[in-house]
């Protein structure tokens, strides 16, 4: 049967010994690692960023539905900053430093620090929702460019990627879209 699956185990542990310094990062960990690195550095910047506007939000939202919304923001917040944690534990895994320079998370960010001047609960579902969708897509192009080089940082991506369209689609509710 050509098709017949084997492993060689006996290179399998060979390799895993000679090769313990690099951690968790295997031969099998075909993608450029600098690359991935400064990319998941840029997850990281963005999902500070969303967490600081979400946070920014959920306190000086005012309006009627303000309790409903602001919780939502405050519950969005949460998960943003545990994604950049998850991102920032990858790097660390890959042999990199995650980045948290506050001077520069602004540019290596994908999606925009908004503030509204008015606190108006509806532009601020809207400039949140639009933050999502970049980073929706953005993160499906980030999987797909990571393709089957590195399973687990693609399967992070993917994973971030569906709460991400659940924030998403909380907003568009919030909305009435």
């Known amino acids: 049967m050509a098709n017949q699956f084997a492993l060689d185990v006996t290179r399998i542990r060979d390799d895993a010994r000679a090769r313990m310094a690099a951690g ?76 948290f320079d506050p001077v520069t998370l602004r540019e290596r960010s994908h999606t925009q ?11 601020m579902l809207e400039e949140n929702l639009v933050a999502e969708r970049i980073v929706i897509t953005s993160y499906q192009e980030i999987a797909r460019w990571i393709g089957d080089r590195d399973p687990t940082t693609r399967r992070l991506m993917e994973s971030i990627l569906e709460e991400e369209e659940e924030h998403a689609d909380d907003l568009n509710d919030l909305l009435g879209n």
């Not at 031969?27 to 969303?50: F, P």
């Not at 908004?114 to 606190?119: P, S």
């Open 24 to 99: 968790a990062v295997t031969e099998g960990n075909m993608i450029d690692r600098d690359n991935l690195i400064d990319i998941l550095n840029q997850v990281v910047a963005t999902e500070i960023v969303c967490y600081l506007r979400y946070t920014q939000h959920a306190i000086v939202a005012t309006g009627v539905d303000r309790a409903q919304v602001a919780a939502e923001f405050t519950e969005h917040a949460a998960d943003e900053m545990k994604h950049g944690l998850r991102a920032a534990e990858r790097i660390s895994q890959l042999g990199g430093n995650p980045d």
């Open 113 to 123: 620090y908004v503030e509204t001047e008015d606190n108006d609960l509806t532009r």
